[in-house]
């Protein structure tokens, strides 16, 4: 298998501009999820998709953040007019659903974000 | 919500040396993980390990689901095995997304 794969690797934007991250599950995995991590922090849940469908959001995830799985294999989130404290690394895990690693995450690289 | 508590936050350790790393969960969950997050950010699977004990080189994890807590073990350390150890729990009931401890930053010293 090939792993998680995640572009761009680094993002830097100015505040109030748009930025669009695109993850690539492993091939089959049919769950895909985003997490946001700060720094000296652990990694906290955003939402996630059970192939095309988006079954769970965190409160996190404010108005502006918005996430797609059209076909139910990439995976696009976006954040609309990015505020200084959207800066954190973005990172995306994708799980299979069977016997007996149910549900185990595989996490890829991650996309840094830094608002300026 | 879930508390997951990891400790000791910071562990400097001689190459070679031995460590046990632990977390603590507040409630019953389905899944526990533990990762290596190396310098470039990258989150390593080491375990999935909802119970039991597992080995795998020279590491190895035990949980003990009905009084909530993991081991992580790491014998033989050596310099690569630096950077930041999170577990990770999924509850029974909710959502199946991972929530993180803070981590135990390691580093392993020539």
């Known amino acids: 298998d090939t792993g998680v794969s995640q572009n761009p690797r680094h993002k830097i934007t100015k505040r109030g501009q748009n930025v669009t991250f695109r993850c690539d599950p492993i091939?089959?995995?049919?769950?895909l999820y985003w997490y946001r991590q700060t720094l000296g922090q652990g990694p906290e849940f955003l939402t996630y998709?059970?192939?095309?469908?988006?079954?769970?959001k965190s409160r996190l995830l404010s108005d502006r953040f918005s996430a797609e799985r059209p076909k139910g294999s990439f995976s696009t989130l976006e954040i609309q007019r990015t505020e200084q404290g959207d800066s954190a690394m973005y990172l995306c895990?994708?799980?299979?659903?069977?016997?007996?690693?149910?549900?185990?995450?595989?996490f890829g690289p991650g996309t840094r974000l830094t608002v300026t | 919500g879930i508390q997951v508590e990891q400790s000791p936050p910071d562990l400097i350790l001689q190459e070679g040396a031995n460590s046990t790393l632990r977390c603590n969960f507040s409630?019953?969950?389905?899944?526990l993980q533990w990762f290596h997050q190396n310098p470039w950010g990258q989150l390593i699977n080491l375990f999935y390990?909802?119970?039991g004990t597992k080995q795998n080189g020279r590491l190895s994890a035990t949980t003990v689901a009905t009084e909530r807590y993991s081991l992580l073990y790491i014998s033989s350390s050596q310099t690569t095995d630096s950077g930041v150890y999170f577990c990770?729990?999924?509850?029974?009931?909710?959502?199946?997304?991972?929530?993180f401890g803070t981590g135990t930053r390691l580093t392993v010293i020539p």
């Open positions: 990770a729990v999924e509850l029974q009931t909710g959502a199946n997304n991972l929530f």
């Open positions: 409630d019953s969950v389905n899944n």
């Open positions: 895990a994708s799980s299979p659903v069977r016997v007996p690693t149910l549900y185990e995450q595989y």
């Open positions: 390990i909802p119970s």
């Open positions: 998709f059970q192939n095309e469908a988006q079954l769970e």
């Open positions: 091939s089959e995995h049919n769950r």
